[in-house]
């Protein structure tokens, strides 16, 4: 359990701290960082080429490559207008549709219901000020950053079950591929600049490496409906972060919004647990 939370610390402090970088770079170029920092993180670590690769197993693995990659660009687009909380909560649509949509159970449409209406409370409603209202393409960003990460839980299962650990940097890989070109256009020559690098760097491990290995940890010891239901506290976590980094704050409103689509995540686990 702690091993978890752990791993949501780092991920949320790490995307804070990415948050700082977009004036110099822009969200394109703190994404390609990321990204690419984390692949050759992880093919030193899992060392792909050892396996004998074919052009076959370039479709199902740059597919998933590029929802991940599509992913990070639009969530990092996405915390650029609107409080990081709020972007991971919009953001939770997306396995939470995965988990509905394999459910066979009529309740789980309860949670379906509970998310809807937080997400309705961060539209913004007659008569409320305008200046806490939510960048609607900040939102737009985060909603369609779910959508993908809904693409690449229905993606990595699949790479997952095919090719085990060395589906990860080999996605990583076709990650950098569809994230680097956006960075390079937008950055420049910025991303060459010694301290940005070593930024980047920090980035990569803050919100990649040393969370993926947390999680990978508490995995083998924690149930996997009590994984979950740990893993939607995220949007908690990363709202207190953007309070404390970036000294973000939300209306009661978004709080609100934030707390009912955690707990739509948590009773689709919840759920999926009973089954």
């Not at 701290?17 to 977009?22: C, H, Q």
């Not at 200046?131 to 393409?137: G, N, V």
């Not at 095919?162 to 991303?191: D, E, I, K």
């Not at 940005?196 to 924690?222: D, K, T």
Request: net charge positive; hydrophobic share 60%; with cysteine.
């Amino acid at each position: 359990m702690l091993a978890l939370l752990g791993s949501l610390v780092s991920l949320a402090v790490g995307t804070s701290f990415a948050k700082s970088l977009f004036p110099a770079l822009g969200a394109e170029g703190t994404t390609a960082y990321r990204i690419v920092f984390s692949m050759l993180m992880l093919m030193v670590v899992f060392r792909p080429w050892r396996r004998k690769w074919v052009w076959a197993d370039a479709w199902p693995l740059g597919l998933y490559g590029v929802t991940l990659g599509a992913m990070n660009l639009l969530f990092y687009s996405a915390i650029k207008t609107i409080p990081f909380g709020v972007a991971i909560a919009i953001e939770f649509t997306g396995p939470l549709a995965v988990a509905v949509w394999t459910s066979k159970k009529p309740s789980d449409w309860l949670w379906v219901a509970l998310a809807a209406i937080g997400l309705g409370l961060l539209l913004p409603l007659p008569g409320s000020d305008a200046t806490t209202a939510l960048d609607p393409w900040g939102m737009l960003f985060a909603l369609s950053a779910g959508m993908c990460w809904a693409l690449y839980i229905v993606f990595g299962q699949r790479v997952a079950l095919r090719y085990g650990s060395l589906a990860t940097p080999l996605g990583m890989l076709a990650a950098a591929f569809v994230v680097a070109p956006f960075g390079v256009v937008h950055a420049g020559t910025a991303l060459l600049d010694p301290q940005w690098l070593w930024a980047g760097l920090a980035v990569a491990l803050l919100s990649s490496a040393i969370p993926y290995a947390l999680e990978m940890f508490a995995l083998n010891h924690l149930p996997k409906n009590t994984f979950s239901i740990l893993l939607s506290l995220e949007p908690a976590v990363g709202a207190l972060a953007g309070w404390l980094v970036l000294a973000e704050h939300l209306t009661a409103m978004q709080g609100l919004a934030i707390v009912m689509v955690m707990m739509a995540s948590m009773g689709t686990a919840w759920t999926a647990g009973q089954r």
